[in-house]
């Protein structure tokens, strides 16, 4: 049975440089612990776990967000370590922490063990994905996504978040083979992921290299880029005839536009560290760009936001407009939305988006 | 009294674009809990502050990595809050975490009680500068330094450290006035402080402006590169007709170069995620290069760290030679030391960058 019909499809133009008469706009997390409805269903469901895996939560707390704001895109909830979880390290989340893992993967001995793991264990993410796709029916493109292999990478060795990455990059500067051994497994079990995700109904795939920004320079290009690559490569360009759009955000990842501009994707996603106009210049015609509010900015009084906003679209700049394709903006944070933000504030944010970027159209 | 004459001019001479037999090399954090006999005299000390404020442990740990290692620069023992400490908001150090201050600074009311403290309240930190300038006999020069005015602001604000900055931003996003105020006293009291290291005998100051890169575009320029810009201004340019090189490290700060290299300073130092080559080509002839290798480079076996030291410096490339000015590197890590450090690594990393830079020189 077909889905039904896009009846907005601003985000998926925009991918694919094509005009639109507003900015879309998506927040990354907005599926998340801001939102009181959110927290309701997580405690029924037990666990971050129990959330993801059951189908009928999913659905539930992805499409929350779209009941309180205008957005322009909805994206499959489920987390970014999925894959390695996969592949039996033994994800779980403990309440006010991050995610952990029962095992790490640091020795010879470790990676000797790990392959793309079976797709069928990640079942519960496809279905999520069809059922979402219903559940939407045609009010916006779904999104799917997964870490990139780098960034899985570094909870795989650190077996957590680290804020020095000690481990992660003790390997990677002690043993590089074993970590291009690790990061080619993860870039082939991500790209099977993605596909899958693409069969079962996400119109759009993003990658998060969360920590390709923690790299020295040579080492980024080396570990993280090379198998972005080789996930892009990997992905299937359409479906049922539609074109798919892929998405790639580096956090911290403004250093290296000029290789990243040459990337096999549709769209570079950026933190708000990077200059918006710079960046369209420096990307030119092969891109469409996506971001870059401080999710800070969400803790300010709403004319402060709408001001913010306003800033952030005219850094960007006058968007294409007509037929044909130009420069576009997909507006969204830099980074995830925070759990504490005043989710009224979202509403002045996305509001924002619309209101001014349709003037600056007008302003042409 | 005179302090002896210099014996090891290379620090200075590369902060001034003069030639240099080797590349100087001094380390971030160089005096810290990785060696065990600092651990030895902390211990004596009973805490951190109590280490910090008494001249002799602070003299002593001072020159305990220049007994270890050939480094071409000491750098006060001391902490970058000290100042924040001299304006009452009770700094403290726990073990095993970060600094906390026992008051913050979030509301109208807090910051018109702030002002340029009274810098007989930081004799202590002169009187250190003093007496290890006295104990180095003229070894190495002594490198003197502060907080940036942004960088503390993050402190005093979020009262120790943070993972999202949200209290300091949010001030930021919501009154602005307010941050202008904070960040105006700060730079007044850190160019005033840097003053007084230098009539105790610092033979450079470093601004260590460790959250600049936390900031959006356009913030970083208004709310940290502006004040570290009033700091500059303020600072006494020659002592007793020697210059005072000025180094200013902005960690994540690779992406505003452009607008660093006319800051009125020496020096600027850089992160791993920058590109050498491209940083030198880009501030061009305005400055000295300070960095920028990956602290974590140092858990590797010291071959794999003798290959990564090599890079860098050949990512410079070949520095000036013979009589005048030109472009010049000073060698050291992107950030701090970790404390997880193994000690004889250093060894190995100080030793490459002489022989490596050493040998640069030849081929040329």
Redesign the interface.
């Known amino acids: 049975m077909p889905f039904a019909p896009l009846q907005n499809d601003s985000f998926l133009r925009a991918c694919l440089r094509q005009s639109t008469d507003h900015t879309p706009v998506w927040l990354m997390r907005q599926a998340g612990r801001y939102l009181p409805e959110y927290c309701a269903t997580r405690a029924k469901a037990g666990s971050f776990m129990g959330l993801a895996t059951n189908v009928d939560f999913a659905t539930e707390v992805t499409l929350q967000p779209l009941e309180r704001y205008a957005l322009d895109a909805a994206i499959l909830f489920s987390d970014i370590l999925t894959v390695p979880d996969a592949m039996g390290l033994g994800l779980s989340f403990q309440v006010g922490e991050g995610p952990k893992f029962a095992k790490t993967v640091r020795t010879e001995a470790d990676v000797a063990t790990l392959a793309v793991p079976d797709m069928d264990k990640l079942r519960y993410v496809f279905d999520a994905v069809t059922s979402i796709r219903k559940a939407l029916n045609g009010r916006v493109p779904l999104i799917g996504f997964s870490g990139s292999p780098w960034t899985l990478a570094c909870y795989m060795v650190e077996g957590g978040g680290s804020?020095?990455?000690?481990a992660v990059?003790?390997l990677m500067?002690?043993r590089p083979d074993l970590m291009h051994q690790i990061l080619a497994i993860n870039a082939d079990s991500v790209a099977t992921y993605l596909n899958a995700q693409i069969d079962a109904g996400a119109q759009a795939v993003m990658v998060f290299d969360s920590w390709g920004?923690v790299?020295?320079?040579?080492?980024?290009q080396e570990f993280s880029l090379a198998y972005t690559r080789r996930v892009l490569a990997q992905l299937q360009r359409e479906k049922d005839g539609v074109v798919i759009p892929r998405l790639v955000f580096t956090k911290?990842g403004?250093?290296w536009l000029d290789e990243m501009k040459f990337l096999d994707c549709e769209v570079l996603g950026l933190d708000?560290?990077?200059?918006l106009a710079k960046a369209r210049a420096q990307v030119g015609d092969s891109k469409a760009l996506q971001g870059n509010?401080?999710p800070?900015?969400l803790?300010?009084?709403p004319e402060?936001i709408d001001a913010?906003v306003a800033?952030v679209l005219e850094?960007f700049g006058q968007p294409h407009m007509g037929a044909g394709t130009g420069p576009t903006h997909i507006f969204n944070l830099?980074h995830g939305i925070?759990q504490?933000t005043p989710p009224e504030h979202v509403t002045a944010l996305v509001n924002a988006v619309h209101t001014h970027s349709r003037r600056l159209r007008t302003a042409a």
């Open positions: 804020d020095d990455y000690r990059k003790s500067y002690s920004g790299l020295a320079d040579g080492k980024f911290g403004g250093l708000w560290t990077v200059n509010i401080d800070n900015v803790f300010a009084p402060r913010e800033a850094s830099g925070s504490f």
